[in-house]
Structures are given as C-alpha cells and as structure tokens.
C-alpha cells in the first residue's frame, strides 16, 4: 500500500487539503469557553425571612429542611448558614450524579416541607454549573447625577430621581435586550432601586375623625378588589361583565374616597402619598458612583469571542444611543481566555521554530524541517476535525493537551525522516529506502504513541470534577498524537519521496556540511564503555533516585492549584458591628480612597445584595466586597499591604480578607477552606451558647497564636420584651404590637400594584423614625384609647452568634486555622486537648490539608495504573515480561529528577505538576523503546550482544537527542509567567523538561547498561 501511495502524490495532496479544509471548518465552529461544561455537583437552596433572626431561621426554618433534604440520593454533605434575614444550604453530591434528577429531588422535598414554613417564601433552589460563572460583569453609572434636593428626606429619597430612572432602564430595558441575543444565557442584576408608594396618614387627623390605623388600612385594600366576571345572556348571545375597583397609580390611591360617617373624604386629605425609591438593604459603587451592575452568562455552546463581539456591539450602541449612561465592563473572562489562546499559540508557533531549527541543524539540509513544519499543522488542523466530531471544546484544559501533543508529535516525523535518510546515506535507493525505513519504524512508533496515549487514559479515575475536566486533556492528547501518527506514516513518506526523487543521493546543505555529529558520537562510545566497566554507578544512582522520590512526595508542599499571578482581587469585609447601610457605604469609600493609589478601576458591593444566582456570596448589610483591579501584580501586592493597614488601625474589630476575583478554576479548584477546620459540636445543648464559643475559641487562639484563629463574630440585638399582664389588661395582642413596630419601620405592606413585568409596592407607614421614638413615641390604639409601647414593653439588648452553621451532625462552629508544615497532627492533638480540657464541647477536623493529601493519594494510584498499563503494552509488543521492566526503570531516576528540580524551583506538589510527573512517564521511555527494538533487530540479525548494544546506540543517537531537544525547546516557552494560563502551565513544563533532560541521559546510558547486564548473565547462563 504504501508503493501506492507514493506513486499517488497528486491524491494524497488532495486527501491533506480536504482534510485542510474541513478542520478549518470545524475550527471556526468548535465553541471555546475557559473550562469543559461540566456538571459541578453542588445544589444550593436560598432561604429569605426578612423578620427572623440567624438562630430563629436555623431553629424553624433550616432544621426541618436539613432534615428533609438529608434524605436526597447520592448527598455527600450538607451544610447550612443561617444569618439574619437568610440562610444558605450547600449540598454537594457524589460526582457523575446526575444533577438535572438531583435538582427535582431537592425541589420535591422542600415541596413537603412548605407546609411547615407558612410565613416565609417558598426557598430558591440553584443548580451549580460551570457556566454560571458570569463572563464579564457590565457597570452602569450616570455621567453626571443630579445632587439631591438639600430639603429632601435621605432616608426616604436615598438616590436621585436620575438614577431611579436608570434603574429602570437597565431592569426593563439594558437587560432585556442582552438577554435577546443568541450566546446570552441570562443577565443577573444588582444595585437597582424599586420604587414604592408609601402612605403617612396625619395621626391627627385620623384621631379626629375616629379612625384607628388598622382600619384606615382595610379601608385602602378594600379599593383594591378585582372581582369574577358575571356571564350574561341576552337572546342568543351572552356576554361577561367584569367588576374592577383597583389602583394603578400614586394619583389612583390618593383619590380613593373613605366615607367617614356620612362624610365623603379622600386618602389625599387625611394622608401623604409619596412615591420613593424603596428602602435599600444594599448598594452598588463603581468608583466612587452609584451603579448598577449587570452579570452577564453566556450559553453553555456559545463561543466566548462571539459573545465579547455581540455584548460589545450592543453596549457601544447603548452608549451612542444614551450618552448619560456610562458603561463599564469589568472582570472580563474573555479577555483571560483570549490572552491565554493568543499566549498559547504564540508559544506553539515558537515550539515549532525552535524544533526546526533543530531538525536544521542536525539533518544538515533544509528540506527536513519543511516536512516538520508540514506535519505540525497539518496534524492540528486533522485534530480539530476530530475534536468537532467528538463534541470537545476550546478550553484551556484541551488547550494544554495540544501543548504536550506538539512537543511529542514532531518525535515520530524526526523518527521516521532519520531513519529513511540513514539508508538512503547506507546505500539503498530512495524508494527503497522511504518504503523498507517507515515499516521498520511504524510498530516501535505505534507502540510509542499507544503509551503516551496509556498514561492519559487514568487521569479519568480522579475523583470529583477534575476527573470530568482531565477527560478533555486525555482526549486531547490521544487525537493530536494519533493524527500526528497518521499524518507521519502516511504523507512524510509521499513528500520526502517527491522532493528527494531528484538527488541521486542525500547531500547536505553547504552552509552546514561541516556540522557533523561524529565527535558526539565517539564520546557517547566512550561514556557508555566507562559506565559498563563502572555498572555499580547506574545501581548507586537507581538506589537514590528511588529513596529520593519517596523523600520529595513527602517532604515538598502540597496543594491543588499552583501559584497563580493576579493582577485583581476580591476584598470581603464584616464590619463586626450593627451598622446601617449608610455608614458601611461611609466606610467603604474609605477603603476605595486608600486603595484609588494603585487601583485603575473599584466596584463596590455594599450591603445585601439582589443577584439571583449569588454570586457575590452571603453578605448582610454589614458587610461589602470590593473588586479592585490593577495595572499589574506588584501594584496588587502594595494596595492589599495599604488596605490592610488601614484597617488594621481604623477598624481593628472588622473581619476581612483577600480573594480571587471568581474565574472558573477557582470556583471548581481552589480549595476556599483553610488549612485545618476545626469543627465544634456543643455536647450537652442542642445550641452553641455564644458565651461558652467565645471562651474556647478565645483558649484556643492563646494556646496557638501563629494559627491565625480569629475572634467568634457576634451581633448585638436589640430586644423589646413584652409585658404578659398588661397585655391581657389592655386587650392588646402581640399582632397589635407588631403592626405598630412594622408601620414605624414602614414595612406594613397593604398591596402591590402590578405595572406590566413590575410590581409597585404599597406600604403603610409613618415616615422615618429612630430607635428611641420607635418606643417612646408610637402607642397601639384601643377602643379609642391610647397604650403608649414604652407602657407594655421594656428595651433591652442581647448579643447572639452572627453565623450560625450547621451540618449533618447538628449545628457547629468552624474555627479555621492556618498551618505551615509536612503533618499538622501535633496542632490537632493541641486543639483537641484544649477542647477536652473544657468539656462543653467535641471537635472533628476537616480542610484544604485534607483534601490536598487525599488528591495526592488519587493520583499516585493514577500514576501506578498508568505503569501498569504501561507494563502491559509493552509487554505485548517486545513478546517478554523482562524488557518492559528494564525500559521502565528509567522511570524511577526521571522522576526524581524531575522532583528534585521543582524542589529547587520552590513549585509545590500539586495538579499541574502531577499529570507532568504522568506526561512523563509515558514520553521519556519512548527514546528507550526505539533502542531496545533495535538492539533486538541487530541481535536476530546475528549481531553479538555487546556490538548490537553499540551500534544500536550510534544508529538512534541523532533521533534521540534530536527528538529529546524538539520536545524540550517546544515546552520552554511555557516556562514564561504571569498569566493563569502561563501559571498553570509552568509547573507542568517545567516537570516534563527536567524529566526530559533526566531520561535522555538515562536512555542513552543507563538502560543499555541495565539491558546488558541482564542479557550478559542470560547468555553464560545459557
């Protein structure tokens, strides 16, 4: 067949070009987005109650529904955080769950347990998933606000009438037509306004009147009343009457009429209607102004360039079309994937040049490297095709299967053109020599191609996502290396023939006829004569290796993800006080006037805030976040030391903190947990008593000051205890006394008012009051009378836990801690003495420690099926059970080799660095099966054991060096930083270098001297 095709260059040119022209195809329709779109095995369930406090919801609410969802399939863990207002169940499952079942589950139990939740909303059920991480976030602000009206009330008229109109505009408008376009998903919003129409009735004049408050309400919802349609017939017709009475409007309710004994009034006489912005419970800033701000998720099949386009045409005509509005787009997710593919490619083109420049150099002609540079993109073009049939992505994870398939694909094209030229140059005719040197090389080839593909193949067996996630890198790597093997075997041989078929023999290029590679030749002779006379050398350095990988597993710091450069980041804030609204707004443009110094842009998330999808995490009005974006890492560095400091001496009572600004591989990655989480479970009440926590946790500190335990938070309330006996004395009940607190607060809602997709709130109130009034001067009314609240009630202050969490064993409090060491066992054995010591409570211990150690552990045994696999295919090719073990003892000193280096280069034992040290395991043995092969061929072709050893080494020591340096020189320019695509990359390239480097000279050396001193004793024995 292979005749054929040679003598067919025409078909086979024209097979390559449609196989071209299909992959550009594919390439243009393959969507690209920064990870796969996997399932993230999390549900999350919201619970909002606006009038319960965090231990009332974790006690009514969160129980009953812990102890329902409990019972979900494939749950793993539950937890829950309850906080005034709202509460939060994470459930995580078992990965490979199917979630969209799971979600109706989850949804079916919180269906039965509504019957016991009747005063609160039904709970929000969300699904995670890997696209509703927001691809970019899109900040609108007025360009120039109108200040507010120097009489008007603060309180009630937070913003101005201009922003309560961009509001609206960006609800029922901005929104709405991001949502329309193709590769848009949804669009989720914060920092809106609603308007509400607030009523103050005049106390005076209701109490003339003889009006009591409560009846003056009825009296407005009575207005309010759409009744049946009436059917009507008349003759052979019939007809429906409909009766309507409702308001739809602030003028409709002040002219609703109240018939006062015979006295025909209206609500706009005895009452102030005011339309305003409703009350707040957070804000958004976008340096320094008022915003709202859009998060924008894109489809889970949409292109992420497509979509930056679209977004980024529509946005540019919004700002033609409204020049007031300023449009800031912020945390770009496509402008991360673009600098990663451009960075990417611009490191593959370089890996070639830097092969081929090689090649050059050592075949000593220029036709050589065109055929390199012919199978590279011919092989990735073919790649994509199959990645398009195979429904993969563009992502960063495939992206960097391509990287370690460029590095290997050149190998087999070095391989075949060394080997058709060394019997071209040995005498055989050209056609001779292209057919019998591709066979002879295309089964060593496939076997090498077969067990790089083989240690791939466990990365699946990781548990959790990262399993889900490296199935794409595995996928990968097995197309590009298989295409590339494809392309070799085939249209290599074509090509060297039609451009070779006009020299009667090989001759080199003039410019480096006199580069030759026989001196390196003699040397490697030399060497490799010395190491057999000195064999305890090889043992000594195989003995070493050994123990010293054992010590670097061991020894070297271990985590998920490898450092990663950031040039942004996410502060989280607790105040660790009760503080309004307004003063955390106060507060927070503080922080924003220390960090403008080095910030080219801030948002600000003050208060709660109204995602949907929560992605700016629980946060009471008490707490804010700020995004905060420079122009490079050192600037972060100085303005996360500048913040700190100040609120260090301004606040020193606040809880803060530093975190990643959100990008996908630290939602699915990066561990959020501390090193150590201590879990404490209170033994004898069901509760955690505040005193008792803060006692321990207060020890626990003591006893391990470089933990980093920070203080319990805890929140002071203000509590109103209501007299039983004068109560019953007045007749007053405890709905009384909440009707009257609700319309001092203005949270006694009568109606909503339905405005197309809106709804306009109608609250009875009594316009703004503070807290010493709330008491002393509102009064429940009675049969006429008046009971002051101050008469019934007594104020007091209490202090309760700001967060109360909870989990399968009931509820607990996490005290984290942070470590630094090999075996945090001592500092547990520390903290479970303190806490037996104290005996109110038991501990158990969880983390990032935990979780690191146990990834470690997976992909160890990866490592250990990937040799067996190794071990078998192997096995299988060379017809023996003992040239498999002498080709993978090499594996033992690469290893280390490659540790020892990340060592010295201060990268730790994580992810990234893991599947380097599998790469590895299946490419530096490559080098050893072509030599043992041909040491084989030699010896049936009766050559003596040790001449064959030689001569092997002299035949395959060009396409070894040659196929060892391609691979190397292709992986150095991942070795840059400063990007998380280049960050992620390092640990990865700088492993497969210095195991590359290692496993050369393991193959050229120690592997013959391994093969003959077990061949050597064979052959006296026998």
């Known amino acids: 067949m292979l005749k054929q095709m040679l003598d067919r260059p025409v078909t086979m040119t024209m097979i390559l070009l449609v196989v071209a022209v299909l992959g550009i195809v594919s390439i243009r329709r393959l969507p690209v987005s920064l990870i796969p779109d996997v399932d993230i095995p999390y549900i999350t369930v919201q619970v909002t109650a606006p009038d319960l406090s965090a231990r009332e919801i974790d006690e009514t609410v969160s129980r009953p529904l812990r102890q329902q969802l409990i019972q979900t399939s494939f749950l793993e863990d539950i937890t829950s955080e309850s906080v005034d207002g709202s509460c939060t169940i994470r459930l995580s499952f078992s990965h490979g769950s199917d979630m969209d079942y799971l979600f109706i589950e989850v949804n079916e139990k919180i269906d039965r347990t509504m019957d016991r939740l009747k005063d609160i909303d039904r709970p929000k059920v969300f699904k995670s998933d890997a696209t509703d991480i927001p691809v970019f976030y899109i900040n609108m602000t007025l360009k120039e606000d109108l200040p507010l009206h120097e009489n008007a009330d603060r309180d009630l008229f937070p913003v101005s009438d201009r922003f309560s109109d961009m509001s609206r505009f960006a609800e029922e408008v901005v929104s709405k037509r991001l949502e329309q376009l193709e590769e848009v998903a949804m669009v989720d919003l914060s920092g809106y306004v609603d308007p509400e129409i607030l009523i103050i009735p005049d106390e005076k004049a209701l109490r003339s009147l003889g009006i009591p408050e409560d009846s003056f309400a009825s009296l407005i919802e009575e207005a309010n009343i759409r009744l049946g349609s009436l059917s009507i017939r008349d003759g052979e017709y019939r007809y429906n009457v409909k009766f309507q009475s409702f308001a739809s409007d602030k003028k409709d309710i002040e002219d609703i009429y109240i018939n006062v004994s015979g006295r025909l009034l209206q609500v706009k006489d005895i009452a102030q209607v005011i339309e305003h912005p409703a009350k707040r419970s957070g804000l958004v800033r976008s340096d320094g102004k008022d915003a709202v701000t859009m998060a924008v998720i894109k489809q889970s099949d949409a292109r992420m360039a497509d979509m930056r386009k679209s977004v980024g045409n529509l946005v540019s005509r919004f700002s033609r079309d409204y020049p007031q509005v300023e449009f800031t787009v912020t945390r770009d997710q496509t402008e991360l994937l673009k600098y990663s593919i451009d960075n990417l490619a611009s490191n593959i083109i370089a890996g070639i040049i830097l092969a081929c420049l090689i090649i050059f150099l050592f075949m000593r002609d220029f036709k050589s490297p065109a055929l390199v540079a012919l199978t590279i993109p011919s092989a990735l073009i073919f790649s994509m095709l199959i990645f398009y049939a195979a429904g993969l992505t563009i992502n960063i994870i495939s992206l960097s299967g391509l990287i370690i398939g460029v590095g290997m694909m050149v190998d087999n094209t070095i391989i075949l053109t060394d080997n058709i030229t060394a019997r071209w140059f040995r005498g055989e005719n050209l056609k001779q020599a292209v057919v019998r040197g591709t066979r002879e090389v295309t089964g060593a080839m496939f076997s090498s191609v077969l067990t790089t593909c083989a240690v791939f193949i466990p990365l699946v067996f990781l548990s959790g996502t990262a399993g889900a996630l490296f199935h794409d890198q595995a996928l990968a790597v097995t197309i590009v290396l298989m295409t590339s093997y494809i392309v070799t075997v085939t249209i290599i041989p074509v090509y060297y023939w039609c451009w070779y078929r006009r020299q009667p023999a090989f001759r080199p290029s003039a410019l480096l006829e006199k580069f030759s590679f026989d001196r390196a030749e003699k040397w490697y002779e030399d060497g490799l004569k010395w190491l057999f006379r000195h064999r305890w050398v090889g043992w000594t350095v195989f003995s070493l290796s050994a123990a010293g990988s054992a010590a670097c597993l061991v020894w070297m710091p271990k985590e998920k993800l490898p450092e990663i450069t950031y040039t942004d980041t996410v502060l989280k804030v607790d105040w660790n006080s009760q503080i309004s609204l307004a003063e955390n707004e106060r507060r927070t443009g503080e922080i924003e006037d220390a960090a403008r110094k080095y910030a080219d842009h801030i948002t600000s998330l003050v208060g709660t805030q109204q995602f949907v999808l929560g992605h700016s995490g629980e946060q009471a009005v008490s707490g804010t976040s700020l995004y905060m974006k420079c122009s490079d890492a050192g600037s972060l560095g100085n303005l996360k030391k500048d913040i700190s400091s100040f609120l260090d001496k301004a606040y020193p009572s606040s809880l803060y903190g530093f975190e990643n600004s959100g990008n996908i591989f630290d939602v699915v990655f990066a561990s959020r947990e501390a090193d150590i989480v201590a879990r404490l479970r209170p033994l004898a009440a069901p509760e955690i008593e505040p005193e008792q926590i803060t006692s321990l946790v207060g020890k626990l500190a003591a006893a391990f000051p470089d933990a980093g335990i920070q203080e319990v938070p805890l929140k ?159 096995a299988s090719q060379f017809e023996s059970l003992l040239q498999p073990l002498i080709i993978m003892s090499e594996i033992v000193i690469d290893i280390f080799g490659a540790l020892a280096v990340l060592w010295i280069s201060g990268v730790s034992v994580n992810l990234m660095s893991l599947i380097g040290l599998v790469v590895i395991c299946g490419i530096v043995i490559n080098d050893s099966i072509l030599k043992i092969d041909t040491i084989n061929k030699l010896r049936k072709a009766g050559k003596p054991l040790l001449r064959a050893i030689m001569e092997a080494g002299q035949r395959r020591l060009k396409a070894i060096v040659m196929t060892s340096l391609t691979t190397i020189l292709s992986v150095c320019p991942f070795l840059a930083r400063g990007s998380m695509g280049d960050d992620l990359q390092y640990p990865m390239s700088l492993v497969i270098i210095a195991g590359m480097i290692t496993g050369t000279v393991v193959s050229l050396f120690f592997v013959p001297a391994l093969y003959y001193e077990i061949y050597r004793r064979k052959e006296v024995s026998e």
Not at 852 to 861: D, H, L, P, Q, W
Request: charged share 20%; hydrophobic share 40%; glycine share 10%.
């Open 716 to 874: 002071k309330d203000l509590v109103y205890v209501a007299d039983p006996e004068k109560m019953a004395l007045y007749g007053v009940t405890y709905q009384d006394i909440m009707t009257v607190l609700k319309n001092s607060i203005n949270e006694n809602g009568l109606f909503d008012i339905v405005q197309g997709s809106s709804t306009l709130p109608v609250v009875l109130g009594t316009g703004v009051m503070d807290i010493e009034s709330i008491v002393g001067k509102s009064s429940v009314k009675k049969d006429g009378y008046e009971i002051p609240l101050n008469a019934i009630t007594v104020q007091t202050y209490g202090s309760d836990l700001k967060y109360i969490v909870s989990g399968k064993e009931g509820s607990y409090y996490p005290v984290e801690m942070h470590y630094q060491g090999n075996n945090p066992s001592g500092l547990m054995d520390g903290v479970q003495s303190v806490v037996h010591d104290d005996g109110n409570f038991d501990v158990a211990f969880g983390g990032a420690w935990f979780s690191n150690r146990k990834m470690t552990g997976e992909m160890t045994v990866v490592l250990l099926i990937a040799l067996a696999l190794l071990y078998l295919i192997l």
